[in-house]
């Protein structure tokens, strides 16, 4: 049994050992509050590594992709988000869904309300259209674009286009 699982197991003994729905329901919300602190944190860092720019080899290499894998490239940046993220990403969508969990069993309105606000915030369409514009490419540009090493780790995407494909992004 992994330590992830044991510490999902104590936390769903804690929560039903919890005298009443109301404290159930705010300790998961809790819970949820010390992951969404951790994830925010590495979410900065994460942020800060988007700062790196790709090197003029890496370049080279998009530059000689098709035009259209222009349409896939937000996808690509958004797996190297989550995968700077890693497992915090996991276990903050686990405690969002245990406070949503509880909170409905319990009828938390306030909760609820604060949810709903952090979800909006938080989990706008922005990777779904990503990921199905780079779905739609040709599978020998999907592995293109996910073969490229250093594009692997957060990089800041908007020179990337700027550089790579000028004539669209950039300034020729």
Same mark, same amino acid.
């Given at each position: 049994?992994?330590?992830?699982?044991?510490? !999902?197991?104590?936390?769903? /003994?804690?929560?039903? /050992? &919890?005298?009443?729905?109301?404290?159930?329901?705010?300790?998961?919300?809790?819970?949820?509050?010390?992951?969404?602190?951790?994830?925010?944190?590495?979410?900065?860092? &994460?942020?800060?590594?988007?700062?790196?720019?790709?090197?003029?080899?890496?370049?080279?290499?998009?530059?000689?992709?098709?035009?259209?894998?222009?349409?896939?490239?937000? *996808?690509?940046?958004?797996?190297?988000?989550?995968? &700077?993220? #890693?497992?915090?990403?996991?276990?903050?969508?686990?405690?969002?869904? %245990?406070?949503?969990?509880?909170?409905?069993?319990?009828? *938390?309105?306030? $909760?609820? *309300?604060? !949810? %709903?606000?952090?979800?909006? $915030?938080?989990?706008?369409?922005?990777? !779904?259209?990503?990921?199905? =514009?780079?779905?739609? !490419?040709?599978?020998?540009?999907? =592995? #293109?674009?996910?073969?490229?090493? @250093?594009?692997?780790?957060?990089?800041?995407?908007?020179?990337?286009? @700027?550089? /790579?494909?000028?004539?669209?992004?950039?300034? @020729?």
């Amino acid at each position: 049994m992994t330590i992830q699982n044991i510490l !999902l197991l104590i936390t769903i /003994a804690t929560l039903t /050992a &919890c005298s009443t729905p109301e404290e159930q329901s705010t300790y998961a919300y809790q819970h949820y509050k010390e992951q969404y602190i951790q994830f925010a944190n590495i979410l900065t860092e &994460c942020g800060n590594k988007r700062k790196k720019t790709l090197s003029d080899s890496t370049i080279d290499i998009l530059k000689t992709l098709p035009q259209d894998s222009i349409e896939g490239f937000g *996808h690509v940046i958004n797996l190297a988000d989550r995968k &700077c993220m #890693a497992n915090i990403y996991r276990d903050f969508m686990e405690s969002l869904l %245990l406070a949503e969990v509880e909170n409905y069993k319990n009828g *938390h309105s306030v $909760i609820e *309300h604060e !949810l %709903l606000i952090i979800k909006k $915030i938080q989990f706008m369409d922005l990777y !779904l259209p990503a990921k199905r =514009k780079f779905e739609h !490419l040709p599978a020998d540009t999907q =592995k #293109a674009l996910l073969s490229i090493q @250093e594009m692997q780790e957060p990089f800041d995407g908007l020179d990337a286009l @700027e550089r /790579a494909w000028p004539k669209i992004y950039g300034v @020729e």
